[in-house]
């Protein structure tokens, strides 16, 4: 995945600023698309950032199967503030994460739960075009056709999500997805329920990163 994730670095801008030229007018930044979507309360003793890619089955498996479970757990009782950050691992994933981005800050999370929980039918369908069904998914969040091909064809918004994921690549080693970070302490991969409760145990032992 580290090879996929450098060459999408190396040739994703040019390739982006070639595309953006189809489109004549460029879009908007949405007012909070480089704020860090996340849930629960700020204050809490243990924050983790979840770095992740939207077109990665491991994301997808753990938003679907551990995330509701730490949500009740955790989040919703004030005892972890839960940063979602983007890693996209390849092109269609970019372009998922500006269109989830790009959307009201209160539908980030059931969009990317709805394409995380969706992969095989919308990123890996061999019978579709995996972005004719990300817009299905926009679409159907509110996003207009036009706002779609606006933000998705736009290299300064597209150059933020990379910004991002290259400084966590340099800054904390991050070459594949899921990767967690719990109080500045990485732990790479899909996490079990347990391994969280471990972590997070761990986490109450050091600050708060600031």
């Not at 309360?41 to 243990?46: G, I």
């Amino acid at each position: 995945m580290s090879i996929t994730r450098r060459s999408l670095l190396v040739s994703v801008l040019p390739v982006l600023t070639i595309m953006a030229t189809k489109i004549p007018t460029h879009a908007e930044i949405p007012k909070n698309f480089s704020t860090p979507r996340t849930l629960g309360n700020s204050n809490a003793k243990v924050h983790v950032e979840e770095w992740f890619s939207l077109t990665c089955v491991h994301c997808g498996r753990f938003a679907h199967d551990i995330l509701p479970q730490i949500q009740k757990k955790y989040i919703d009782t004030g005892k972890v503030f839960y940063i979602f950050k983007d890693f996209p691992l390849d092109k269609v994933a970019l372009k998922a994460a500006i269109v989830a981005r790009s959307l009201p800050v209160d539908q980030y999370k059931p969009f990317i739960t709805a394409l995380l929980s969706n992969l095989d039918q919308w990123a890996f369908n061999e019978n579709a075009d995996p972005l004719q069904e990300l817009q299905k998914y926009s679409i159907l969040a509110g996003m207009s056709k036009e706002r779609f091909q606006q933000v998705t064809h736009d290299d300064a918004i597209q150059k933020i999500i990379l910004e991002e994921s290259n400084y966590a690549e340099k800054h904390f080693k991050i070459d594949s997805t899921p990767t967690f970070i719990f109080n500045g302490k990485k732990v790479v991969g899909e996490l079990t329920l347990d391994k969280f409760d471990q972590e997070v145990n761990d986490a109450l032992t050091r600050t708060v990163p600031s």
